[in-house]
């Protein structure tokens, strides 16, 4: 399989991987459309065009968290990802324990996040210290963004400045990143908004939730 090219082995760190230059690299035909030049490849606007891919693996677990955000924020994002994580990273992800984080939030922005199976330590020899759980993120897309006329950058803004502080109320970290979010002064659907979501923590707020803040951080944004 490898000599015919249905199996390509890459020796490469996976945060410094690219996936638009290793489809050129190493396939052709209907799935790539022309050939670049090296100086193409190069440029920050090398965008190829080729089928849907899947990401299915056992990662570094010190990493998930990077490789995640690599993958899901990619021009090119795969359309699935099935991975073997840390069972408290796997947990924390789905919001098993009905608390969002920034994982879990940032994961269902792009996707689906599902948590397929525990693994125990004991099957792995020599046996970590950890156990284990095999994830899938189902139909990973920009839809969200899309939908909602969000803007991606806006949107990791506020999660972050939401979650900087995790026993505070959502009120008070939020209050220095955008003043129209908490303005007693802001008027109409705003203001019953942080009424409504102002006293709970980030950690309360559903996707839905963060959308409704997002949007209006970004017309505050678009309108300055």
């Not at 993958?71 to 408290?88: D, Y």
């Amino acid at each position: 399989q490898i000599q015919s090219g249905s199996l390509v082995l890459v020796h490469e760190d996976i945060l410094e991987f690219s996936i638009q230059k290793m489809a050129y690299k190493f396939f052709s035909g209907p799935r790539i459309h022309g050939a670049p030049t090296p100086s193409q490849i190069s440029s920050k606007n090398f965008s190829p065009s080729f089928e849907s891919f899947k990401i299915i693996a056992n990662i570094p677990y010190n990493i998930t968290g990077a490789i995640l955000k690599k993958f899901l924020t990619e021009k090119n994002q795969p359309s699935l990802m099935v991975l073997m994580v840390q069972n408290e990273v796997a947990k924390r992800m789905v919001a098993r324990d009905r608390k969002e984080s920034i994982l879990s939030i940032s994961v269902k922005a792009y996707g689906e996040p599902k948590m397929i199976i525990k693994v125990p330590a004991r099957y792995f020899s020599p046996s970590p210290k950890v156990d284990s759980a095999v994830i899938a993120i189902k139909n990973i897309s920009r839809k969200v963004f899309i939908e909602n006329k969000l803007d991606e950058e806006t949107f990791w803004q506020v999660i972050h400045a939401g979650f900087a502080h995790k026993r505070k109320i959502l009120h008070s970290n939020l209050k220095k990143y955008d003043p129209l979010l908490v303005s007693p002064l802001a008027g109409g659907e705003k203001t019953t908004l942080i009424k409504t979501l102002g006293t709970k923590r980030a950690e309360e707020l559903t996707l839905k939730d963060w959308i409704g803040l997002i949007k209006i951080a970004d017309i505050h944004k678009k309108s300055s």
